[in-house]
């Protein structure tokens, strides 16, 4: 059992940056590949980064490769989204998810339904 609770979210301005954190409780961190997601009002949720179990592979949506990097630090278990000249298009509730793998440097992927804990989300909003 893995429990995810993500922080960070908030108001901010277009342009701004903001720093997303996700703490997983359990001792197997690491066996985990990890990911964030996130959903606008009206729209599924989407794919946003992801990182192996390692954190020596990232993955990125086109829509946000070269503002957003995702990391992980395994001692701490912890994963972390910076996000950098965010956009009001960027306005949404931000989820971190955990999945399961074998390999140690595999892409997680980008389909919700393979993920095996959800955090509760944290909202994100820009102002244009």
């Known amino acids: 059992q893995v429990q995810l609770v993500e922080s960070g979210g908030g108001l901010v301005q277009t342009g701004d940056s903001l720093r997303l954190s996700c703490a997983a409780s359990g001792r197997t961190f690491s066996s985990y590949a990890m990911a964030w997601f996130r959903q606008a009002p009206g729209k599924e949720r989407e794919f946003v980064a992801g990182i192996s179990r390692s954190g020596g592979r990232t993955f990125y949506a086109d829509s946000v490769k070269g503002h957003y990097t995702i990391s992980r630090d395994n001692t701490k278990n912890r994963v972390d989204l910076q996000m950098d000249s965010l956009r009001p298009e960027d306005t949404a509730v931000y989820y971190c998810?955990?999945?399961?793998?074998?390999?140690?440097?595999?892409?997680?992927?980008?389909?919700?339904?393979?993920?095996?804990?959800w955090g509760q989300g944290t909202q994100v909003t820009v102002s244009s």
């Open positions: 998810a955990a999945r399961l793998m074998n390999l140690l440097h595999t892409d997680p992927g980008t389909d919700r339904r393979n993920y095996d804990y």
